[in-house]
């Protein structure tokens, strides 16, 4: 796995539609954690799918599914640690 852009920005925000339990950014943090610890300086971020299944109707898989708003949240809390 390639570390080198956590070497730059010494953080990582992972961003998925999968729900938050089971996701595969659950195992790419993991990885992370276990080859590239010493080069964070913050807390790995999850933004994720709620842990249910997606509903049909549009209105109601937006609110489930991680938004641009929430993923600019997350990336700015983590660059203010």
């Given amino acids: 796995m390639a570390l080198a852009s956590l070497g730059r920005t010494s953080r990582l925000t992972i961003v998925e539609e999968n729900p938050y339990q089971g996701g595969w950014g659950a195992t790419l943090a993991s990885v992370v954690a276990d080859?590239?610890?010493?080069?964070?300086?913050a807390p790995v971020r999850r933004v994720a799918g709620e842990c249910g299944?997606?509903?049909?109707?549009?209105?109601?898989?937006e609110r489930v599914i991680p938004t641009v708003d929430k993923a600019v949240t997350a990336v700015r809390a983590?660059?203010?640690c």
């Fill in 35 to 41: 080859e590239g610890f010493g080069l964070l300086d």
């Fill in 53 to 61: 299944p997606l509903p049909f109707a549009d209105a109601l898989e």
């Fill in 78 to 80: 983590l660059t203010a």
